[in-house]
């Protein structure tokens, strides 16, 4: 039993729902540095108490310097998750890193994050704390998502391999074509993430109705 009050000692209920739901088996492979390989331990034992797909080892690194340069690692904590001929490497042994790991190395196609552009959205690339989305590419692509950008006008249609659209922001309403282009995506079961300012897209509040989504025009301020 975990009694500590914040549950430290036990898996997030997304890393337990992706372990049940694993059909391959998984190798992970930890580079450590004298004590740290009780933390690493602890941590992966929850895996493997979870399911029997999940397999690990651990490389002191200093005393496995071949075994480091093989699998790419070069600092303590040096984590490798790999099934099949997929590999994925991070710089350190956490559930996060793992469960991501594990989601990008099972996944039968790579899924793919498409930012609608074109309409005065934030730039996804920017590392502007104030306006840019380049953290939420890099934790997208941490998470094994390929990330794109999308002008709707050009493109004249929602791209087969889209996992969900990006509508990050808008400053100017989306025309009619492209809701148009967005509803048969929604229609056909895709996944659209909006995220608007107040007082800035009418047309788009108006077209989120349709779907008993209610856009208030009031302000959250910090």
Do not use: W
Not at 19 to 31: A, G, M, Q
Not at 118 to 141: M, N, W
Not at 194 to 209: G, I, N, R, S
């Amino acid at each position: 039993f975990d009694l500590t009050a914040e549950k430290s000692l036990s898996l997030a209920p997304i890393t337990r729902k992706v372990l049940r739901e694993l059909k391959r088996d998984v190798r992970v492979t930890v580079f450590y540095q004298r004590d740290q390989i009780f933390e690493f331990r602890d941590l992966l034992k929850q895996y493997g108490n979870e399911t029997d797909r999940v397999s690990y080892q651990f490389f002191n690194l200093d005393q496995n310097p071949g075994m480091a340069k093989e699998y790419r690692v070069a600092s303590y904590g040096g984590t490798v998750v790999e099934s099949g001929v997929k590999r994925k490497n991070f710089n350190y042994c956490t559930e996060e890193n793992v469960t991501n790991g594990i989601i990008s190395v099972t996944r039968d196609k790579q899924a793919v994050a498409y930012f609608l552009v074109g309409h005065g959205e934030s730039d996804s690339e920017s590392p502007d704390k104030r306006e840019g989305y380049s953290q939420a590419r890099t934790a997208l692509t941490a998470e094994g998502y390929a990330v794109k950008s999308l002008l709707l006008v050009r493109e004249g249609a929602i791209p087969a391999d889209a996992s969900v659209i990006i509508v990050n922001g808008p400053r100017q309403d989306i025309s009619g074509g492209e809701l148009r282009l967005l509803a048969d995506y929604l229609a056909r079961g895709g996944r659209v993430l909006f995220l608007l300012d107040p007082h800035t897209v009418p047309e788009l509040v108006a077209f989120l109705k349709d779907y008993n989504v209610l856009v208030g025009a009031n302000m959250v301020v910090d």
